[in-house]
């Protein structure tokens, strides 16, 4: 059993320091935001997250878990402090690297003994050197010889699907541990012991080959959605069908049948800042990662081509003026209510800009959905009821696969709809079930 201090109560810090206090850690979860920790002592959650509350609340009540403002507090009881900040896009599409830095200088300042720092934030290749001199160079400061005890740094990546993420960290496909000696290795293995007794692989590496797996991982499943996503462009031409090519795919061993399903393109916190920030590495490097770059490019124009298929579906150039659409589904993905880089915003930004209103719907999402989509306000109407959604609307546009929307009630969806036309951007429904009930159904690749 290890005392770990966890940087940061976003998304990754929230998750992991729950689910670290139940291995049986004793987990201190900081962060600068008085009124985030405060809710947290109460029990609140500020994050949608399908059974997070349940592993908070556990193992407050436990005694493992506990919130704080006290960084300084925090690392002097601690063995193992985990940076679970965010990486933010700077305006060259590299990560943002400030937030990082702040916490590793301030973990420096009160370091009292020996200390492994980790970074769990996603971090470009040749961050651990760097979190290594920020600390060091905090350490020559205090010249009170502390600096004898030394210190770590090790990489251990996170590799959370929002919607799904306490079972991802609970039962991981892999732990992966960057460290430079056995000493830091051991500690990290003391913090994972649950996982290591269960038997879960483990990938001992180097700091730097640690932060190209992130970035890997996470480059190579965007390539794949971005592929599947112009398969589907092509079937609508030539007349196939994408979802039968998909799995005919997906049961080749050597492909997989996760992540091709064809939609509106990807979107969250992930995909879009990693592929962003592995393609300026590229650059930065002199090496062109040409794949990834043309999968930007084309999941970008995935978004667009989701506008000119809704406009096009309802009569073509100039149709969507004076339209209402019912949206149903904001979120970058179900089960979460995060909006960032949601393929929602463009879209609706774009419907919006051919002269659409558009009736929103989503179980999570809707607070976020109207700070980010603020400056379309007067065009945006938000309902909790889907069916209240969709009264009066002149088409619906099924953008989020949330499960209430998996069943909807086809003949009551029509009766409320003034034209009934039904753009399916997920390809939940069946063509021939929709269509009987008398739609003209549209979906994506079929």
Known sequence: MATITV???????????????????????????????????????????????????????SGRLSFSTDMAQAVKKSDVIFIAVGTPPADDGSADLKYVEAVAREVARSVNGYKVIVDKSTVPVGTGKKVALWISDELSKRNDGLAAFGFDVVSNPEFLREGSAVQDFMHPDRVVIGAENEKARSLMKDVYRSLYLN???????????????????????????????????????????????????????RIGGKFLHPGPGYGGSCFPKDTQAMARIGRDAGEN???????????????????????????????????????????????????????????????????????????????????????????????????????????????????????????????????PVFFDLRNVYKRDDVEGKGFVYFAVGK
Do not use: H
């Not at 990938?203 to 996503?229: D, G, P, Q, R, W």
């Not at 794949?291 to 506008?307: F, L, V, W």
């Not at 607070?367 to 969709?390: G, M, P, Q, T, V």
């Open 289 to 419: 990662l040409s794949i990834i770059e043309a999968t930007i490019s084309a999941n970008d124009r995935q978004k667009e081509r989701m506008i000119s298929k809704i406009e096009n579906g309802l009569g073509g150039n100039g149709s969507l003026k004076g339209k209402t659409l019912a949206i149903l589904g904001l979120a970058f993905k179900p089960n979460t209510d995060d909006m960032r880089e949601a393929p929602a915003l463009t879209i609706i930004e774009g419907l919006v800009s051919r002269g659409a209103q558009i009736r929103a719907c989503d179980p999570a999402a809707i607070k976020e959905a109207s700070w980010r989509l603020e400056s379309i306000a007067k065009s945006i109407e938000y309902f909790d009821d889907e069916y209240d959604a969709l009264r009066g609307s002149d088409a619906l546009v099924l953008m989020t696969e949330w499960n209430q929307y998996r069943n909807l009630d086809l003949s009551r969806v029509k009766s409320l709809l003034k034209i």
């Open 199 to 253: 038997e879960t692989p483990y990938i001992e590496t180097n700091i730097e080959t640690a932060e190209m797996i992130k970035y890997a991982s996470n480059a190579f499943l965007a390539v794949k959605i971005t592929y599947i996503n112009e398969i589907a462009n092509l079937c609508e031409k030539v007349g196939a069908d994408v979802q039968d090519v998909a799995k005919a795919m997906g049961r080749d061993g």
């Open 7 to 61: 940087a940061g109560t976003g998304y990754v810090g929230l998750v992991s320091g729950a689910c670290l206090a139940d291995f049986g850690n004793i987990v201190i979860c900081v962060d600068n935001n008085e009124s985030k920790i405060e809710t947290l002592k109460a029990g609140g959650i500020p994050i949608y997250e399908p059974g997070l509350d349940d592993v908070v609340r556990r193992n407050i009540v």
